[in-house]
């Protein structure tokens, strides 16, 4: 059965940058995945078990995701936060062009 | 970027009742691009139905899919207590993966 549990910092001032980590079992390409009561869901970018990466254009230019073999985990990096960036953020398995598995989720705080 | 929008907004319905879900596509797309989630508050959201019409592992008989090119339905034959929720729609449009808005579904 998958698992995923997202960990990291849940409170970032502006500027700072949004570390969180996902602890996988099972899968071969996962995806990160924000919620926030004014844009929906957002997908951020995804790797593949082989660590090659696709971003969503409209945050490019501040993520970069990592890959743990050793760990079974990858991460996700989001650099110069704004309240803007405040949300859920889940980490997801891919099924194909879907996600059949999420974890439980995180909600990560950015303000002064 | 491809847009989703999904329709209504807000659905009111009673159990038993028969709910149909809409979710327009900006651009045409393939079938297998397009899936649906279930959310509930204080939960992650669960995929129900995956390339427009399969159900995922686990989802009763009484959810389906269906459309193509730019228009996707989302059926509920019989609504049960437990399927009162937000419903989003999910397209894969290369590179990158959008979720519509959302539609809730209300007692």
């Given at each position: 059965q998958?698992q995923?549990?997202?960990?990291g910092p849940?409170?970032?001032?502006p500027?700072?940058?949004?570390?969180?980590?996902?602890?996988?079992?099972g899968?071969?390409?996962w995806?990160?995945?924000?919620q926030?009561?004014?844009?929906?869901?957002?997908?951020?970018?995804?790797?593949?078990q082989?660590?090659?990466?696709?971003?969503n254009?409209?945050?490019?230019s501040?993520?970069i995701?990592?890959?743990?073999?050793?760990?079974?985990?990858?991460?996700?990096?989001l650099?110069?936060?704004?309240?803007?960036d405040t949300?859920?953020?889940?980490?997801?398995r891919?099924?194909?062009?879907?996600?059949?598995?999420?974890?439980?989720?995180t909600?990560v705080?950015v303000?002064? | 970027?491809?847009v989703?929008?999904?329709?209504?907004?807000?659905?009111?319905?009673?159990?038993g009742?028969?709910?149909?879900?809409?979710?327009?596509?900006?651009?045409?797309?393939?079938?297998?691009?397009l899936?649906?989630?279930?959310?509930?508050?204080?939960?992650a959201?669960?995929?129900?139905?995956?390339?427009?019409?399969?159900?995922?592992t686990?989802i009763?008989?009484?959810?389906?899919g269906?459309?193509?090119?730019?228009?996707?339905?989302?059926?509920?034959?019989?609504?049960?207590?437990?399927?009162?929720?937000?419903?989003y729609?999910?397209?894969y449009?290369?590179p990158?993966?959008?979720?519509?808005?959302g539609?809730?579904?209300?007692?």
């Amino acid at each position: 059965q998958v698992q995923l549990q997202e960990s990291g910092p849940q409170l970032l001032k502006p500027s700072e940058t949004l570390s969180l980590t996902c602890a996988v079992s099972g899968g071969s390409y996962w995806s990160w995945i924000r919620q926030s009561p004014g844009k929906g869901l957002e997908w951020i970018g995804q790797i593949y078990q082989s660590g090659s990466t696709q971003y969503n254009p409209s945050l490019k230019s501040r993520v970069i995701m990592s890959l743990d073999k050793s760990k079974n985990q990858f991460s996700l990096r989001l650099t110069s936060v704004t309240a803007a960036d405040t949300a859920v953020y889940y980490c997801a398995r891919h099924g194909g062009f879907d996600f059949d598995s999420w974890g439980q989720g995180t909600l990560v705080t950015v303000s002064s | 970027e491809i847009v989703l929008t999904q329709s209504p907004g807000t659905l009111s319905l009673s159990p038993g009742e028969r709910a149909t879900l809409s979710c327009r596509a900006s651009q045409s797309t393939r079938s297998t691009y397009l899936a649906w989630y279930q959310q509930k508050p204080g939960q992650a959201p669960r995929l129900l139905i995956y390339a427009t019409s399969s159900r995922a592992t686990g989802i009763p008989d009484r959810f389906s899919g269906s459309g193509s090119g730019t228009d996707f339905t989302l059926s509920i034959s019989r609504l049960e207590p437990e399927d009162f929720a937000v419903y989003y729609c999910q397209l894969y449009g290369s590179p990158t993966y959008t979720f519509g808005q959302g539609t809730k579904l209300e007692i």
